[in-house]
């Protein structure tokens, strides 16, 4: 069983549209749960991070954590054709010092 | 300063040389990161030091061999690689480790073994 998974996608939106991006993880004891955005060619760059159950927003992006169900979740309102990228969940493992990443969903928002 | 610095941004090597590859960040964090990530793949851990020690190992092979020499500065050393270990490395630093703060992303190494 993969540690943190996702929909590898491709997921394609029209611009303006809402897109919905899932992942799931395996190990209970996680506390600290991130997203990252990667453009081709570039290094993984920190858009969100959640830590408690709950919904928490910054700008177009919303992060959602549901630890019971063991799942996390990325909105991204608004969208536009520099969204396109894939973006990566990671999540820190229950003691804290080791992150394992999703395989990652590629988005690609439509003009 | 707010980012991780990497360099070289490139590398080719062939397999007897010896390299290495330089991380630094400015910005007080305590825990530091080497990755190593293939095309169109995620990146996976492959040491963690805390406090400038080495804190995990991910079963790395020995040809790569990790340095903290300060808070501020970790080098992976590379010797005797194989073509397989071509990959963008990337190194990361986090504020305190154990408390699974936020990771940051240098520009990466991108590497070529010949």
């Known amino acids: 069983q993969k540690e943190v998974e996702q929909n590898s996608g491709p997921l394609s939106v029209p611009e303006g549209a809402i897109a919905s991006l899932n992942c799931t993880y395996s190990d209970r004891g996680s506390q600290s749960f991130f997203w990252y955005r990667q453009y081709s060619g570039k290094s993984p760059e920190l858009i969100m991070f959640?830590?408690?159950?709950g919904d928490k927003e910054d700008g177009r992006f919303t992060a959602q954590l549901n630890k019971a169900s063991q799942y996390v979740s990325l909105l991204i309102r608004d969208s536009q054709p520099s969204d396109s990228a894939t973006y990566l969940c990671?999540?820190?493992?229950?003691?804290?010092?080791?992150?394992?990443f999703g395989a990652g969903t590629r988005l690609t928002v439509k003009p | 300063d707010t980012e991780v610095t990497q360099t070289p941004k490139h590398l080719v090597m062939g397999m007897t040389n010896k390299k290495s590859l330089k991380c630094e960040q400015h910005m007080g964090h305590r825990a530091m990161y080497w990755y190593k990530q293939k095309a169109k793949k995620p990146p996976e851990l492959m040491f963690v030091?805390?406090?400038?020690?080495?804190?995990i190992n991910e079963s790395v092979p020995s040809r790569f061999s990790p340095e903290c020499p300060n808070s501020s500065l970790l080098n992976l050393h590379l010797h005797a690689l194989q073509p397989e270990d071509s990959a963008l490395y990337l190194c990361?630093?986090?504020?305190?480790?154990?408390?699974?703060?936020?990771?940051?992303f240098g520009p990466g190494t991108r590497l070529t073994v010949l």
């Open positions: 990361a630093s986090s504020q305190d480790p154990g408390t699974g703060s936020e990771q940051f």
């Open positions: 959640i830590y408690s159950n």
């Open positions: 030091y805390s406090y400038e020690k080495l804190s």
């Open positions: 990671a999540v820190m493992g229950g003691n804290n010092n080791d992150m394992r």
